[in-house]
């Protein structure tokens, strides 16, 4: 088990093409700490160099204290787990795990205790015979998974091992990884596009975005305190509702944010302070779409009421998705399945402003 | 669905398998006829060398009745050859300088195309197109200079040189096969074994080799073939029985003037071309996927 940090460490391609920034980084001992982002945002860059794959430009990474950057991947005392597995096709499942300890020259028996330790932790045992082909796309990855714990290495790196998998085993293997962690509680650094695996697999997210940190914290602390327009919009599904708007006087004293000539919502009170210094700017509104609610007269009387066109009802089971447009920007509300919203009829909305956000149009930044 | 859509549709599933059908049929007779064309012209000269190494002298040399046929066959061809000493000699030194030939050019060739596809060193691509470019240079322009080399090493009639000539063939068509099955291996799987803790030439031994088996097949079965079959070089190089390798030694030593020994020739051809099909009979499988490995993703 070890500490990784990442010291301003830049990345360079050949034509001056950077694709990670400086970015620094402290992930604790035990930590699962995930690396999410858009494709080309250099979050597989960062991993690469953790593990020791790429070459660093400028910076340090140190793991336990110890400067890597000049350390062969093989003394890293790492394990990474691929997209496509990587596994070896030659190999049965039991050598592809004794592997690494093989080359290290463990006893026969140790190698042995270990993979059987490992193949029961990931259910496996039955397979250890089989070639990696014979293998369906789940099995592989857990014994990808397996190759990396029987190491007992001091940190684990995974490069988007789900992308591969359809989307039931994907929720499936990313509870078994989670899992995993617990049970080994392994330094790991997880890399993904896909924001879901982010905020159900993290400690702390690292949302990363054309080469820099956008933002590092819980995945709670990221859903309900983003940092900038960016993260808001990344993290949440469906993403964030962002609307231009003005923050001007309201009734009684207070501020209100007007978004169209017919659209005008008091700010509550309690945020008024923050929102002050901002009277008479243009700012963007994000609010998310679960903080739209159908209106109802009883519900919440004091809420202001706004009517929309609805453009598309999608009924999810458990919840309905309805889209409008206001002024030409989407906006999603995540409404009781219940609802008679209708694609062209009015639909009555309330939104709760306790949860809105508001950005800079211009850094992005929330405020 | 009404009855009649129902009907209609399946009036046009009935011409479109009938029109499949068809056009099936006229590709398999033709590949039949193709391929039948092909197998006479193959065929028949290895037919004819077969039945004229089974033929006396004397009934070769009579010239009655179809050419085609054995009247009186007989196995005092191979017979002859077996028990002559000059022809054991050709074997043997077409044996050595073959499996000689092979272990370089493969030793040699795995390693380039390892470190070309995968080391990725300042150079290496244009280094790759090199090695194909030098498989373009026709062997017979490289005579002179490599006759002028061989001489200054003193190695002219002497088939040790085929050892060293018979690469400078194989060595680039070796190379350019493994490149193309060595790049066709995914990168993560060295990724993966560099974590592992393998180190470069263990990951080739432990990796690349098992995994690019059928490439390395297909590039051990070329350079046999060029090794076992040249016929040029030595005939340039070589003058002295007893070290003559059996391309050069069957005609040098059954034609003597202007007397074919027919039968004894085509018998030569025969036992000469048994190591050849034996080694194409049982690793073709793998030939054709060496070959043609990369061409699709896998």
């Not at chain 2, 050892?163 to 990168?187: D, E, N, Q, R």
């Amino acid at each position: 088990m070890a500490e990784v940090s990442i010291r301003k460490i830049v990345k360079e391609y050949e034509g001056g093409v950077q694709a990670v920034k400086g970015i620094d980084l402290d992930i604790a001992d035990h930590e699962f700490v995930v690396l999410v982002g858009p494709s080309g945002c250099g979050k597989s860059t960062t991993l690469r160099m953790i593990a020791g794959l790429e070459e660093i430009t400028s910076g340090e990474i140190l793991i336990d204290g110890d400067v890597v950057n000049d350390v062969p991947p093989r003394d890293r005392d790492i394990a990474m787990v691929f997209q496509n597995y990587a596994l070896y096709p030659h190999m049965s499942v039991f050598d592809n795990m004794a592997f690494g300890l093989k080359l290290r020259k463990f006893p026969k028996d140790e190698i042995k205790r270990r993979v059987d330790e490992a193949a029961r932790i990931l259910d496996i045992v039955p397979l250890l015979e089989r070639k990696p082909r014979a293998l369906s796309g789940g099995q592989r990855q857990r014994v990808a998974m397996g190759r990396a714990i029987v190491r007992n290495p001091k940190v684990f790196l995974f490069d988007e091992p789900l992308s591969n998998l359809d989307a039931k085993l994907r929720v499936q293997m990313r509870t078994e990884i989670k899992k995993v962690h617990q049970t080994v509680r392994t330094t790991t650094v997880y890399v993904t596009h896909d924001q879901i695996e982010a905020m159900t697999l993290a400690d702390r997210v690292v949302v990363m975005n054309g080469g820099v940190i956008e933002q590092v914290g819980t995945p709670n602390d990221l859903y309900h305190h983003p940092a900038t327009r960016f993260v808001a919009g990344f993290i949440g599904s469906p993403a964030m509702n962002f609307l231009p708007c003005r923050v001007q006087d309201g009734a009684n004293g207070g501020l209100a944010v007007r978004v169209t000539d017919t659209i005008v919502v008091p700010i509550p009170p309690a945020r008024a302070d923050r929102y002050g210094a901002f009277k008479g700017r243009d700012m963007v509104l994000g609010l998310r779409p679960e903080h739209l609610f159908e209106y109802h007269e009883q519900g919440k009387p004091n809420w202001t009421r706004i009517d929309l066109p609805v453009d598309v009802v999608e009924p999810m089971g458990m919840e309905t998705m309805v889209h409008f447009f206001v002024e030409g920007a989407p906006v999603c509300a995540r409404v009781d399945p219940a609802t008679h919203a209708a694609p062209g009829e009015t639909m009555p909305l309330t939104a709760d402003l306790n949860q809105m956000h508001l950005m800079e149009p211009d850094t992005g930044r929330v405020v | 669905m009404s009855a009649t859509t129902r009907e209609n549709g399946r009036k046009a599933a009935v011409r479109r398998k009938t029109s499949l059908h068809n056009q099936r049929l006229w590709a398999l007779w033709g590949s039949y006829i193709a391929l039948g064309v092909f197998a006479v012209m193959f065929l028949v000269p290895p037919f004819y060398t077969l039945i004229t190494s089974l033929k006396s002298s004397a009934e070769i040399s009579a010239q009655t009745g179809s050419p085609w046929l054995v009247h009186h066959p007989t196995l005092e061809n191979f017979w002859y050859l077996i028990t002559y000493p000059n022809f054991q000699t050709y074997y043997l030194n077409s044996t050595i300088v073959t499996v000689l030939v092979v272990s370089v050019s493969m030793v040699i060739s795995v390693l380039a195309a390892f470190s070309l596809s995968r080391m990725g060193f300042w150079g290496s691509q244009s280094l790759s197109t090199g090695v194909f470019l030098t498989y373009l240079v026709p062997p017979s322009l490289l005579f002179i200079p490599l006759f002028q080399i061989i001489g200054k090493i003193g190695l002219i009639n002497n088939f040790w040189c085929l050892v060293i000539l018979y690469p400078t063939l194989a060595v680039p068509f070796c190379t350019w096969i493994m490149i193309g099955y060595f790049s066709s291996i995914p990168k993560e799987l060295d990724e993966a074994a560099l974590i592992d803790g393998a180190n470069y030439l263990q990951i080739l031994w432990k990796i690349f080799i098992p995994v690019a088996m059928p490439g390395i097949i297909a590039a051990t079965i070329f350079a046999f073939t060029v090794a076992w079959g040249a016929f040029l070089y030595p005939l340039a190089y070589l003058y002295t029985s007893n070290q003559m390798v059996l391309t050069v030694g069957i005609i040098s030593d059954l034609i003597r003037g202007d007397v074919f020994q027919w039968g004894k020739i085509m018998a030569a051809c025969l036992l000469a071309s048994l190591p050849p099909i034996v080694i194409y009979a049982f690793l073709m499988d793998y030939y054709v996927a060496g070959l043609t490995a990369g061409a699709t993703k896998g």
